[in-house]
């Protein structure tokens, strides 16, 4: 048989297999192998890593930044997050499973208000603005009622601080001269206990005075002092006061041992005539290193007396409440419920200055006398 007989052979049979319906051999031969194929790269494809994120180009990321919210609109939460097609991951320590524990010793936390604050000379800064009535100032105070002091009145002693005419002779001019506001209506108790005291003019308060001011009579007023008083004495007797409110050191600028000194005469001078002695810091430091402030303080606790920490009231003021020459107040009116009302050494030194009269009027109340 020649090869083209068995090639006609073989046609006929194809031909008879498609009449019949039955599929060609050849065909689902090739059938099949198409399937292999589409199944083996099927299971390559999935077996792949997945495809890595495409860094963005330098323009993406410019794109990306320039629309990128503002850090303080991020949300609180520490999971990652997706911004303009970046994808932020926040790293986070996670324990390992298998490391060993080690318990560690319990530390006592403490506070401020576990420990009270301790007053020393040193830390006179931190001391609070207005003070208490203390033990010792509330037995001045009854020594001076049995010996007929004014309960009612205080005198002023000092620099220029004291004997200008706006240390806190508004408060005696009337209400149209000051305005208090919600916040400090209070001290309108100390205005109307203390009346007749707060515009009156010391004769214990000079300007350039020093300490030793007051114990010479070369400063008496002739007027109203006996040649044999000083300026202290003069004024204690005149006035008859139950308080002094005591402010000096501006001017003891060169010598912290004697401005000491003669403050501890000052301190029992007024003590022995029986008025309760109620110092003052000053708001400038032209000694350096706050040192009068220092021995002020030093002295309010060796006495136990009332310190107004005049100082520290105007450290939140503007220059600290001085003027360009760093000795002298800033001056404004006395309406504290005003814009800017508390922006000058003069407001905050008259504000001030009443809330310690209340605490001296409000303490004496309490004690029940």
């Known amino acids: 048989m020649s090869r083209y007989q068995n090639s006609s052979s073989t046609n006929n049979r194809h031909n008879r297999r498609r009449r019949m319906g039955m599929p060609d051999p050849i065909m689902v031969i090739g059938f099949g192998m198409v399937v292999l194929v589409a199944v083996v790269v099927w299971v ?21 930044a320039a629309t990128r919210p503002a850090a303080d609109a991020a949300p609180a939460s520490t999971a990652g997050s997706v911004e303009q097609g970046l994808v932020i991951k926040r ?6 499973p298998n490391a060993t524990v080690v318990p560690t010793e319990a530390v006592p936390v403490t506070s401020q208000k576990d420990e009270p604050f301790k007053r020393t000379a040193k830390n006179w800064e931190n001391w609070p603005v207005v003070p208490e009535m203390t033990t010792r100032a509330l037995e001045i105070y009854r020594e001076g009622q049995k010996n007929g002091r004014d309960a009612h ?3 002023k002693v000092g620099d220029c601080e004291s004997s200008a005419t706006w240390f806190l002779e508004d408060f005696d001019k009337g209400p149209e001269w000051y305005s208090l506001g919600n916040d400090y209506a209070h001290l309108e108790k100390a205005i109307k206990y203390f009346k007749g005291s707060h515009g009156r003019t010391s004769l214990a308060a000079r300007d350039g005075a ?16 006996e040649t044999s008083e000083n300026p202290l ?17 501006s001017n003891d600028n060169d010598d912290v041992e004697k401005f000491e000194a003669e403050m501890r005469d000052v301190i029992d001078l007024t003590i022995e005539h029986h008025i309760v002695p109620i110092l003052a810091t000053k708001a400038d430091d032209l000694e ?45 009116d006395n309406f504290f419920d005003q814009p800017g009302g508390l922006e000058t050494g003069w407001a905050v030194r008259n504000l001030t200055a009443l809330q310690v009269l209340e605490a001296m009027r409000s303490g004496v109340e309490a004690s029940g006398d």
């Open 233 to 249: 004495t003069c004024e204690y007797r005149v006035h008859n006061p139950a308080f002094a409110i005591i402010s000096l050191g």
């Open 91 to 96: 790293i986070t320590n996670t324990p390992d």
């Open 44 to 64: 390559l494809a999935s077996r792949q890593p997945a495809q890595a994120s495409v860094e963005p180009t330098a323009a993406a990321r410019s794109t990306s």
């Open 288 to 332: 350096g290193g706050g040192r009068n402030n220092q021995v002020l303080a030093k002295l309010a606790l060796e006495y136990d007396l009332p310190l107004w920490n005049f100082w520290a009231a105007v450290q939140d003021v503007p220059n600290g409440g001085l003027d360009w020459d760093g000795a002298h107040l800033t001056w404004s």
């Open 153 to 155: 009145a205080f005198s």
């Open 210 to 225: 020093r300490v030793s001011t007051l114990f010479t009579s070369l400063w008496v007023d002739p007027t109203f002092c």
